[in-house]
Nanobody, 112 residues
């Protein structure tokens, strides 16, 4: 059974940057697509970015050009580089090994 551990969240000012990491243990990491989702208070969980086993990526329209998802199969880790952060990016960010294994999440708060 896979275990996913996120890190890198925190408080950042608007316009700032954060890099989230998610390290997986259990299973063959390189065989799976990975994703980052987020959930803000009172809102549904939404896809932020996905990366396939082969490295193809897709992004939510709201983060295109600002966020970058990447993976390091040697480290069993997927990253989310977040630049030009906005207040509306505030949420709990969750890592997912597709189709449905989830981490506990890491809080990202964008505020001055």
């Amino acid at each position: 059974q896979v275990q996913l551990v996120e890190s890198g969240g925190g408080l950042v000012q608007p316009g700032g940057s954060l890099r989230l990491s998610c390290t997986a243990s259990g299973g063959v990491f390189s065989m799976y697509a990975m994703g980052w989702y987020r959930q803000a208070p009172g809102k549904q969980r939404e896809l932020v970015a996905q990366i396939s086993a082969g490295g193809s990526t897709n992004y939510a329209d709201s983060v295109k050009g600002r966020f970058t998802i990447s993976r390091d199969n040697a480290k069993n880790t997927v990253y989310l580089q977040m630049n030009s952060l906005k207040r509306e990016d505030t949420a709990v960010y969750l890592c997912c090994r597709l189709p449905g294994s989830w981490g506990q999440g890491t809080q990202v708060t964008v505020s001055s």
